[in-house]
């Protein structure tokens, strides 16, 4: 220690410098090209790229400059690589735009000139000069000056990286068992890649599985899904491991370490036909979630009879252990009332994660009296009376004296649009209702009044509005009402219900219903938070994950290897969440089919005689990509390269400068400053 | 209409609901009846029923404890209902008082055997029904035509050919067996479905304490003895529901053991739990075993044909 550190404090410039430009001391001197960019008119219409390019052919090292159009364009980048080749140019400098849109595609460029594609540098006169000062250009073109002056001074130190290869795991896991869930299950499974799909509850399907109807179609639910839910559990590169959580997920992209505890069922998956006999010999009943506890079902059973997987489960919090189901089941052996939570690791190369979404319980929202008044509904319960294998076998029927209504009033944004509430549009709402009415209508024709209480009719996929016209023809009335003053009253005796509501122009309308559906707000996933916390992606304002980009990269997370699809991501209906299960399945792919996994060799590098091991950096990394291990006695920061995203905090905390950043080092940097200030300094002077 | 879970409690009653859509769980105490004794407590498989003390306030009689249930816990299987000594618990799933526990073979009833033979009850309706602590004899008497009377007013061979109709309230009945002992021999007979003991300890036991004699609903049970101001037991009609012992403020001044419950047969686990927490491990054991080697008799039975062995 006293040694290391008479070390520092006597040498530190001679230490670090050496480190640092080792490179470059073997390296040949700088051949440096300077390409400006003139963007169209988004540069050139306010810099003097003249003289800017002139002026770049001034700066030491510098042996070539020239403006160009569009150099990201096809004929661009040839004459670039035609420039280099022939110029013998050894470092690259770009004028353009941001290195975040375009560094990739000249790093490409670079490296088809047969040039090490870190020997390359931007410098954004676009979004730092051009956009900013568009008023001054005099002043802007000097900027941009001082910034190319930059980049050419980091040029010229710049060394050669490679990239760094990563094994890949041809696993994928699949977070969540709704139908984004299982297209993107089945569409990895297709290709070949084995698939783990981790599902909360004890079956897959999500909320499609729990539908009646779906729009605009009509076609019924459960039998357009439930082939699907087969197939996945057939499926032989599929492993649905279902009633478990994700405890914990370290590694990167192409090596994910999950943590996953399977819950006990105390029925042993692999002994158990399904048969439901044990069901049967149970005595006990609870209220069933999936009829959103219109119902019942049994201590020992499955909460819908397509379930898949179709293991039965005992809920030990009403089960009395009576052990009539032991008798039940018999020779079968099925039944173990000593199962223990069991733990898995699973080694995957990707993960897409499909959790879905949440439902709003409206009891708060006062006027709508939901909770007070028996018959007033929520679309998810409606769908459970409407659906025939539900708990009333389809019929539709007060929960107050168990009639059949004569009129039934929907009434939309009840939670959602509501800036006290969830400010988003739930997206699927009003179609769903839109279907929810053409089946009462069809059903019953003149024997049933329906309102539909809206603000703004939503139908703008294929299919939608012609389905708002089918509802209107079917006689549907329609009452366009404020989001404000609505509310809702019960009459104590017929136990039957009015609501009142307030056109735009402010004229009071109201309507007598014998029965109330509420269409309550799609909210995140109750687990969302855990799940963003486990897998370390960020979560948005709404609760709903945040995508990498929202429109070009719309199912990537923040996470190289991690995917988004479905209502997590944000609220869509069951078309869009196919698909986007489909485009997450495709984009793991990309991943998955690699053989190695490639990081960008931007990552901290720990000089392990300086390390003291003293854990600063590991506490300052927010990718949990640093860690202090132990080599031989001493312990030492270590760099997962995997996770590491070259964000430079550890080398900026650490406090004996151990750590650096590949072309980014303190020298590099301490360079640039010094080139941008060089000519200030003059200037005063 | 989300699902209600929904609980009530007045001075009559303690009152527990699921309300779904479809169906309907209630759960009613009734607190005339219930007497704050251990069984419910011990019975229910979830836990859900529990005992609080009421605060003793001096120079006023103690009072019994209160029966508390566990919304959160209870899931309306039945069991407290079926094994309430006195009936006071009712559990009804939509209005009907059908229990699948019951239907199921997953909890016994008790046994409670009870006979009256109507000819040799004492012509005087007073009489007759006073004996029962509870009330729970109803005596009735009728004339060839089916009319009531009272056979006060009837002269002597009137009153020989009235009808006399006995009614016993058996559902809320603990079988104490004092109307046995009590009315002329041979008029009732009842077979107690709980058997134990009950001791004082009487060097623990607090003088000038009643509480437990105060609360308990058999008169005759407990006694308070004329020497040393004590409370004894009298076993003989003690039906071992543990009323006295709830409310005991000395631990072990009271020692209640049940060793048998009289019961139809069944085959459950619940039973079994409840039937180790009602009387010990010991004796749940025993009547495992019991059922073990009859089910070994019976099979051994089956196989060697031995079917004349039945009626020996």
Not at chain 1, 209 to 238: Q, W, Y
Not at chain 1, 313 to 328: G, H, L, M, Q
Not at chain 1, 572 to 588: L, N, R, W
Not at chain 1, 617 to 634: L, P, W
């Amino acid at each position: 220690m006293p040694r290391r550190a008479r070390k520092k404090a006597e040498a530190p410039e001679k230490e670090k410098r050496s480190r640092q430009t080792k490179p470059k001391a073997k390296a040949e001197t700088p051949r440096i090209g300077v390409f400006v960019c003139q963007c169209g008119s988004n540069i050139a219409s306010v810099i003097d790229v003249d003289a800017l390019t002139k002026y770049a052919k001034t700066l030491r090292n510098v042996v070539h400059a020239e403006n160009m159009n569009y150099p990201c364009s096809h004929e661009g980048q040839e004459a670039m690589i035609a420039t280099i080749k022939g110029k013998k140019l050894n470092r690259v400098v770009v004028a353009g735009c941001s290195p975040r849109l375009y560094e990739p595609t000249f790093q490409r460029c670079v490296s088809q000139a047969e040039l090490n594609p870190w020997l390359f540098e931007m410098a954004n006169i676009r979004e730092f000069a051009s956009y900013c000062h568009q008023s001054t250009p005099a002043e802007a073109t000097e900027k941009a000056k001082d910034t190319v002056r930059m980049a050419v001074a980091k040029a010229r130190l710049l060394e050669p990286l490679k990239p760094i290869e990563l094994p890949m795991a041809k696993k994928v896991m699949v977070v969540g068992g709704g139908i984004a869930g299982i297209n993107a299950a089945l569409d990895l499974a297709d290709m070949g890649f084995k698939v783990y799909m981790v599902e909360k509850t004890e079956t897959i399907g999500g909320y499609m599985a729990l539908l009646d109807k779906t729009f605009p179609t009509l076609d019924c639910s459960i039998c357009i899904e439930g082939p699907k839910m087969v197939d996945v559990g057939r499926h032989p590169n599929i492993e649905i491991i279902s009633y478990a959580d994700i405890l914990k997920v370290d590694g990167y992209a192409g090596n994910f370490k999950v943590k996953v505890r399977k819950n006990p069922r105390y029925v042993i998956a692999a002994n158990c036909t399904g048969c439901g006999e044990c069901r049967d010999a149970c005595p006990i009943e609870y209220p069933n979630y999936a009829d959103m506890y219109l119902g019942v079902r049994k201590a020992i059973s499955i909460p819908f009879g397509q379930a898949v997987p179709l293991t039965h489960t005992i809920n030990r919090d009403y089960c009395i252990e009576c052990y009539k189901c032991v008798d039940a089941c018999g020779a079968r052996q099925a039944i173990n009332f000593d199962q223990k939570p069991e733990e898995v690791e699973l080694n995957v190369g990707a993960i897409v994660v499909t959790i879905g979404y949440g439902m709003y319980n409206p009891k708060d929202l006062e006027w709508t009296g939901y909770g007070k008044f028996s018959n007033v509904f929520t679309a998810l319960e409606f769908e459970r009376l409407i659906l025939a294998a539900g708990p009333t076998g389809g019929k539709v029927v007060r929960a107050s004296d168990g009639q059949k209504p004569h009129s039934v009033a929907f009434i939309q944004c009840v939670g959602s649009r509501d800036i006290n509430r969830y400010e988003y549009c739930s997206s699927f709402c009003c179609m769903y209702t839109l279907k929810h009415a053409v089946m009462l209508k069809e059903k019953y024709r003149e024997a049933i009044e329906v309102y539909v209480f809206y603000n703004d009719m939503r139908s703008n996929f294929k299919g939608y509005e012609e389905f708002f016209n089918r509802a209107q023809k079917s006689g549907v009335k329609f009452i366009r009402v404020k989001l404000e003053n609505r509310r809702i009253t019960e009459d104590a005796q017929t136990k039957s219900l009015t609501v009142y509501g307030e056109t735009e122009d402010g004229k009071p309308v109201s309507a007598e219903a014998d029965m109330v559906v509420l269409a309550n707000a799609a909210v995140p996933a109750e687990t969302g938070r855990e799940v963003a916390r486990i897998l370390n992606i960020p979560l948005g304002k709404d609760g709903f994950f945040v995508e990498c980009q929202p429109k070009i990269r719309p199912t990537d997370t923040d996470v190289p290897g991690i995917f988004l699809a479905g209502a997590c991501q944000g609220l869509k209906d069951i078309p869009y969440s196919v698909a986007q299960g489909s485009a997450a399945a495709a984009q793991a792919a990309c991943v998955l089919s690699k053989d190695s996994w490639t990081v960008e060799p931007l990552v901290a590098r720990v000089n392990e005689e300086l390390c003291s091991g003293c854990g600063v950096c590991e506490s300052a990394c927010s990718y949990r990509a640093i860690n202090v291990e132990k080599v031989g006695e001493k312990p030492v920061a270590k760099v997962v390269e995997g996770l590491c995203r070259g964000c430079g905090i550890c080398s900026s905390a650490c406090p004996m400068d151990a750590i650096t950043m590949p072309n980014y080092s303190d020298n590099q940097i301490l360079t640039q400053i010094q080139a941008v200030m060089e000519k200030r300094v003059r200037k005063r002077e | 209409m989300p699902l209600k879970v929904l609980k009530e409690e007045t001075a009559e009653s303690l009152m527990l609901e699921w309300v779904l859509h479809v169906k309907n769980y209630k759960l009613t105490v009734n607190k005339n009846k219930c007497v704050g004794c251990q069984i419910c407590t011990l019975a229910c498989p979830k836990e859900a029923v529990t005992l609080e003390k009421h605060p003793k306030i001096q120079g006023e009689k103690a009072q019994k404890a209160r029966v508390d249930i566990d919304l959160t816990k209870c899931n309306f299987c039945g069991i407290c209902d079926v094994s309430c000594p006195y009936g006071a618990i009712n559990v009804t799933v939509d209005g009907k008082h059908l229990l699948s526990v019951l239907e199921k073979q997953s909890f016994p009833q008790l046994v409670r055997d009870i006979k009256a033979d109507a000819h040799k009850f004492p012509l005087d309706r007073e009489k007759s029904e006073v004996v029962c602590p509870l009330k729970l004899i109803k005596v009735s008497f009728l004339t060839a035509d089916g009319k009531t009377v009272d056979p006060s007013s009837l002269s002597e061979s009137e009153r020989q050919r009235l009808n006399v109709k006995v009614d016993v309230d058996k559902e809320h009945c603990p079988c104490c067996g004092i109307c046995e002992v009590k009315l002329p021999n041979g008029a009732m007979y009842v077979h107690k479905f709980l058997s134990g003991k009950l001791s004082i300890n009487t060097t623990k036991c607090p003088e000038g304490c009643t509480d437990c004699l105060d609360v308990c609903p058999i008169t005759g049970a407990l006694y308070l003895s004329d020497s040393n101001s004590k409370v004894h037991v009298n076993e003989m009609f003690c039906v071992y529901c543990g009323a006295c012992k709830a409310v005991c403020p000395v631990d072990d001044a009271l020692e209640l053991k049940r060793t048998h419950i009289n019961h139809t047969p069944v085959r459950s686990g619940a039973w079994n739990k409840a039937l180790e927490r009602l009387t010990s491990s010991t004796e749940m054991s025993k009547e495992l075993k019991t059922k073990g080697s009859l089910k070994a008799r019976e099979s051994v039975r089956k196989r060697v044909g031995l079917k004349g062995e039945e009626n020996a």
